[in-house]
């Protein structure tokens, strides 16, 4: 069986919403980033970058998002969820790789200044220079979206890996995000998803295990 490896409201609960959405039995082990569970010897076996998400499978262990999501996707193809079609495929690749470095990539200097420079005046200096290129980032995704309920047309692997960066913009980085209205009409249907539900309680549940320990 598959085993998600994944931390509680991290950019892992991407796979674990196509892992709702492909409906294959699996597990879903929460990891307290908080607590450093990342970097604890029985985590680093699993994946030695202590980084969630990681997938076990039958085969052996997958990490990194694009790699599990198009793993996932591939899975089941009946679900439409990342096509095979060479050009719709590089559409929706070029998507992810997008996801991947640019927009997650800005959050990096906001969570974590310190992994990138000393001294709390310049990383504050950091964090708003990072703050620029978030908001950038987020008029592009917008910009993108304007016109389509989905990222692609159709739902797809592309739609769940939005769906964390909207919320740590509102949530953690304190943004207005109502100027992004095609990003924010994109959140509510994601919210409204019974797979995005189940995960939302789910992920709920794996923070209160995690909490108690
Ligand atoms: N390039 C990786 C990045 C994964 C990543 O940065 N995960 C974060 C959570 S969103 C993490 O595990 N951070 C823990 C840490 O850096 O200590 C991927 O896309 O899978």
New binding site residues.
């Given amino acids: 069986m598959i085993t998600l490896h994944y ?1 509680p409201g ?3 609960i991407a796979a674990h919403i196509v892992l709702e959405e492909i409906g294959q039995p699996f597990e879903a082990r929460p ?1 307290s ?1 908080r607590k ?1 569970q ?2 604890e010897p029985a985590y680093l076996a699993i ?1 030695p ?6 997938l076990s499978t039958a085969e052996g262990i997958v ?6 999501l198009t793993y996932l996707a591939d899975l089941a193809p009946e679900k439409g969820l990342l096509s095979r079609d060479g050009f719709a495929r590089a559409q929706a690749l070029s998507w992810l790789g997008f996801l ?1 470095s640019e927009l ?1 990539g800005s ?2 200097p906001l ?2 200044p310190q ?1 990138f420079i000393d001294g709390e005046e310049v990383q504050a200096a950091l964090k708003e220079k990072a703050r620029t290129r978030l908001a950038g980032n987020l008029a592009d995704v917008d910009g993108r979206l304007a016109g389509r309920d989905w990222a692609l047309g159709d739902f797809s692997v592309v739609d769940a890996y939005l769906y ?1 960066f909207f919320h740590w913009a509102k949530t953690y980085m304190g943004f207005d995000m109502t100027p992004y209205a095609n990003y924010s009409g994109h959140h509510a249907r994601m919210q409204a998803r019974p797979s995005v539900q189940r995960v939302l309680a789910r992920e709920q549940a794996g923070q209160a295990l995690l909490d108690a320990a």
Avoid: D, M, W
Wanted: net charge positive.
């Fill in positions: 931390a991290a950019c892992s990891v980033l450093g990342q970097y994946n970058r202590g980084k969630v998400p990681a990490t990194e998002n694009v790699a599990i991947t997650h959050y990096g969570f974590a992994r964390p």
